[in-house]
């Protein structure tokens, strides 16, 4: 995230052509947010064509094509552990990775966390 805030502050647009079966949505929010242009292409025919016409034009040009628009941005956030989308978590204070479970070590940058879980909530050693 933190290369996706720093194309955002660049003025660096981050496009994205999904080949695969899913969407991504870390792909469909860095698109989002840099003013890229984030695109799933129907049929793998077409897909010189996408990428020729849609992906290797300048920021000029593109203010003169009729480009394809976003159908809607999955804002959730992914957990680091098992990689699924979530509605809720738990977010490490010094490196910003995102949990579905608490725990009383973040697995990323190993900070120890001293505080309790919120109550009716189960706490992973």
């Known amino acids: 995230m933190n290369a996706i805030f720093s194309a955002q502050r660049s003025m660096v647009p981050i496009d994205s052509c999904i080949v695969g079966s899913q969407h991504s949505a870390f792909l469909q929010q860095a698109s989002h947010i840099t003013g890229g242009i984030y695109l799933k292409p129907q049929q ?22 009729q480009l394809p628009r976003p159908t809607g941005v999955d804002f959730r956030a992914s957990c680091f552990c098992h990689k699924k989308t979530i509605d809720m978590g738990y977010v490490c204070s010094v490196c910003l990775s995102i949990f579905c479970e608490h725990s009383k070590k973040c697995s990323t940058c190993e900070s120890t966390f001293n505080q309790k879980p919120p109550s009716g909530q189960k706490r992973k050693d």
């Open 44 to 65: 793998p025919e077409g897909l010189f064509q996408f990428l020729a016409m849609v992906f290797a034009t300048d920021l000029h040009t593109r203010r003169f094509l």
